[in-house]
């Protein structure tokens, strides 16, 4: 269940629900590219390359999901019908 800035009717429900999933695959996939970038830093910790995730990790990923979250709303008032 999401929660839609707009009244979904029937001329903006296409656009609203693909509006919302593709929200949600694109999350995932930095989800996962985050959870990727972790694990291949752990591996170059263990092995002696580096020394932390950086300072640039978490300025990074907050910064990356804000402005995901505000493109994706912006994009579902884009068409408020």
């Known amino acids: 269940m999401f ?3 707009s009244q ?3 001329e903006n429900s296409v ?4 509006n919302a999933t593709r929200m949600m695959r694109v999350l995932k996939l ?3 590219l985050l959870f990727g970038i972790i ?3 752990k591996i170059q910790i ?3 390359h580096a020394d932390g995730l950086g300072t640039w990790f978490l300025p990074f990923t ?3 999901f804000v ?5 994706f709303l912006m994009m579902s008032m884009k068409d408020k019908i």
Do not use: D, S
């Open 30 to 32: 930095v989800i996962v």
């Open 15 to 18: 656009h609203q629900y693909t």
């Open 67 to 71: 402005m995901l979250t505000l493109y």
């Open 39 to 41: 694990v291949f830093r």
């Open 62 to 64: 907050i910064g990356l």
């Open 8 to 10: 979904i009717t029937k």
């Open 46 to 48: 263990i092995n002696g």
């Open 3 to 5: 929660n839609y800035p």
